[in-house]
Nanobody, 114 residues
Framework: QVQLVESEGGLVQAGGSLRLSCAASGSISSINVMGWYRQAPGKQREAVAAITSDGGTHYRDSVKGRFTISRDNAKNTVYLQMDSLKPEDTAVYYC????????WGQGTQVTVSS
């Protein structure tokens, strides 16, 4: 079973940038879709961005043009570059893989101050 480990998040001011990484314990080349979700306090977990094995990407509307998802199959790592961060981006961010079921990382806190 592949395990996912997110990098440490952090505290950033509004308008700032942060890059998250998600390292897999095994090969991700056979995993068709990998993505990032987030969950803010008192809210449901929501999909943020996804990337397919052939590089196709999908974003929720609120992050389009600000977030960029990428994957490096050679390093078994998925990235989420977050620019122009807003306070409403504050949440715990989770890496996800759909591989014989749902696989989740442990989550990492991202806090954006106004």
């Amino acid at each position: 079973q592949v395990q996912l480990v997110e990098s440490e998040g952090g505290l950033v001011q509004a308008g700032g940038s942060l890059r998250l990484s998600c390292a897999a314990s095994g090969s991700i080349s056979s995993i068709n879709v990998m993505g990032w979700y987030r969950q803010a306090p008192g809210k449901q977990r929501e999909a943020v961005a996804a990337i397919t094995s052939d590089g196709g990407t999908h974003y929720r509307d609120s992050v389009k043009g600000r977030f960029t998802i990428s994957r490096d199959n050679a390093k078994n790592t998925v990235y989420l570059q977050m620019d122009s961060l807003k306070p409403e981006d504050t949440a715990v961010y989770y890496c996800h893989a759909n591989h014989y079921g749902d696989i989740w990382g442990q989550g990492t806190q991202v806090t954006v101050s106004s």
